[in-house]
Nanobody, 121 residues
Framework: QVQLVESGGGLVQAGGSLRLSCAAS?????MGWFRQAPGKEREFVSC????????YYADSVKERFTISRDNAKNTLYLQMNSLKPEDTAVYYC?????????????????WGQGTQVTVSS
């Protein structure tokens, strides 16, 4: 069983930066970040393959967010720069138990509890 614990959320002004971390226990394959704003569906942000050599981003965060992982520490990261008020959401870490590289949230087997990111204008 895989457990995921996110950290690093908080309140930041527009244009600022935050770095999210997700500590994993157990074996993970593709890992990703999703977010959910109040009244909206959970949406894909980014994912990264097990080796860390390939990463994928939603158009809304491309060029601003960078996903990475440290397999030695079993930790996933999301560096968020040039934050905008519309980035405000609860951010969730997720992991698959196979080699798929999905953008759909229902393809992920394990989820963290989420961390709040609030960007003020």
């Amino acid at each position: 069983q895989v457990q995921l614990v996110e950290s690093g959320g908080g309140l930041v002004q527009a244009g600022g930066s935050l770095r999210l971390s997700c500590a994993a226990s157990g074996r993970t394959y593709t890992m990703g970040w999703f977010r959910q704003a109040p009244g909206k569906e959970r949406e894909f942000v980014s994912c990264i393959t097990k080796s860390g050599t390939s990463a994928y981003y939603a158009d809304s965060v491309k060029e601003r967010f960078t996903i990475s992982r440290d397999n030695a520490k079993n930790t996933l990261y999301l560096q968020m720069n040039s934050l905008k008020p519309e980035d405000t959401a609860v951010y969730y870490c997720a992991a698959t138990s196979s080699w798929v590289i999905p953008r759909e949230h229902n393809m992920y087997n394990y989820w963290g509890q989420g961390t709040q990111v609030t960007v003020s204008s």
